[in-house]
């Protein structure tokens, strides 16, 4: 779990940024890695968010990978400042099975307004990884009124 330092910290922002979003408690998943331009969020394994063949439903795949991505860009800015999703594109390369899911978030181009980020979600059986999931997330800066 990520240890925040200070309020203007960006560890810290995005630590309390993810604690208000309740839809990441209500599927139970925790902030793993926050670094400039990188967040990891996991997911254990959960019945209840799987779709009729048993894999994480792509819900669930997308909700998180943007959450990764979005905070990715978030630890590039300024306190005061917001993130929000202006589109994403996700491919889906593997069934999603396994005991936890790891979605991670990179920026790959920081803008002064939007910022591209490219996100991925692994599904992991122990220690073995398998990528589900890849695609590209354009986060937007803004600034709450």
């Known amino acids: 779990m990520v240890q ?4 203007d910290c960006p560890a810290s922002r995005v630590q309390a940024s993810f604690a208000r979003q309740s839809i990441m408690a209500l599927l139970g998943a925790d902030l793993d890695v926050v670094e400039p331009g ?16 048993g894999f994480l439903h792509a819900g669930i795949s997308t909700t998180i990978a943007d959450s990764a ?4 860009a978030y630890t ?7 993130v929000l999703t202006s ?3 996700m491919n889906f390369l ?4 396994g005991d936890r899911y790891v979605a991670s978030g990179r920026v790959v181009k920081p803008g002064k307004r939007l910022s591209i980020c490219q996100v991925e979600v692994h599904a992991y059986e122990g220690e073995q ?5 890849i695609g590209l997330l ?3 800066r803004v600034t709450p009124r």
């Open 87 to 89: 589109e994403f594109k």
């Open 69 to 72: 991505g979005g905070y990715a």
């Open 138 to 140: 354009t986060a937007v």
């Open 129 to 133: 990884a398998t990528l589900c999931v």
């Open 94 to 97: 593997a069934p999603a099975k």
């Open 76 to 82: 590039l800015f300024e306190p005061g400042e917001d």
């Open 4 to 7: 925040p330092q200070a309020s």
């Open 38 to 53: 990188r967040v990891d969020i996991v997911l254990p394994y959960r019945a209840d968010l799987c779709q009729q063949n």
